[in-house]
């Protein structure tokens, strides 16, 4: 069994898009960063991408409204980014304070600037396999993590767990793409499927995204199957300082040793989607370069 090491590929990634801009002339890439209030988590993400942004020399610019903002001031916002030539990529930190309609303001990014991959239109580019649209950051990671890992899914059966449109369609979409890397067979599966173990049972690749804490075990996976654990679930741990584990939706102990190949939590496809945010916000700024060449 190998462990498919998310920080090691990510660092790498790093070191490869610092190059990338470092090479370009004049002004550097931006991206604005929005932060609606406090929570805590979205405070800790965002400051997580202004620091990766630094380190590869990307400008970040980080837009902190106040929590009361009202629906149209925070539209008002958006239009003003998306007009600003100066700024490539703009990211709207998730969650969203009640009530702000969360997709309501992802909607009104560009969708050249849209370096989330959530807009309508790059979900529409990934399945007309149009290569200038932006993929979500998690689905593009993943993706990322097979190739680098050495796992060709060309002819494979690849089974998504999960049908979110955030990580299970368009990873389920990616994979069946007719390009290298992908050319897979693809089977999507959700809560509502039926006899779920005999589906999962028959993949090469799983990739499991269904947000139930180590809802996949042993008896769930082929011999030999490749493992994508993407969930990040907080378990109840009295013997660690902060009273909680994180753990995902895959149990790790019994399904390892089946697997020839499986990502740890943490450490696998966690940090390669602050990467595929700041490899989509070069390509944001290339795409506008060429643009208005």
């Keep these: 069994m190998e462990l498919i090491d998310g920080n090691q590929i990510a660092a790498t990634l790093v ?26 988590a979205s405070v800790s993400y965002v400051k997580k991408k202004e620091k990766t942004a630094a380190e590869i020399g990307i400008e970040s610019r980080i837009i902190l409204p106040p929590v009361t903002i009202p629906q149209a001031e925070l539209e008002k ?46 979900i529409g580019k990934i399945a007309q396999e149009d290569s200038t649209g932006f993929v979500a950051c998690t689905p593009a990671g993943i993706m990322e993590l097979l190739a680098r890992s050495g796992t060709d899914l060309a002819g494979k059966h690849v089974v998504v767990l999960g049908r979110s449109l955030i990580v299970g369609k368009p990873v389920g979409l990616l994979a069946l793409q007719k390009k290298a890397g992908a050319n897979a067979t693809v089977t999507f599966c959700h809560s509502g499927t039926r006899d779920l173990p005999s589906i999962t049972r028959l993949a090469d690749v799983l990739i499991a995204a ?35 584990k994180l753990v995902g939706d895959v149990h790790f102990d019994s399904v390892a040793p089946l697997a020839t190949k499986i990502t740890p939590v943490p450490g696998g496809v966690g940090p390669m989607t602050v990467c595929m945010l700041m490899k989509n916000t070069v390509k944001a700024w290339t795409l506008g370069r060429s643009s208005t060449a």
Excluded: W
């Design 15 to 40: 070191a490869e898009l610092k190059a990338q801009v470092a090479a370009i002339p004049g002004r550097r890439p931006c991206l604005a960063l929005v932060r609606v209030g406090e929570d805590a």
């Design 77 to 122: 916002l958006i239009d003003d980014l998306n007009a600003d030539p100066a700024v490539d990529g703009i990211l709207v930190q998730s969650p969203l304070p009640k009530p702000l309609n969360e997709q309501a303001v992802f909607s009104r990014i560009a969708p050249q600037k849209d370096v989330d991959g959530f807009h309508t239109v790059n």
């Design 210 to 244: 269904i947000g139930r804490a180590e809802f996949v075990t042993g008896d769930m996976i082929k011999p030999d199957a490749v493992v994508i654990d993407v969930g990040i679930n907080r378990v109840s741990d009295p013997s660690k300082k902060s009273g909680y």
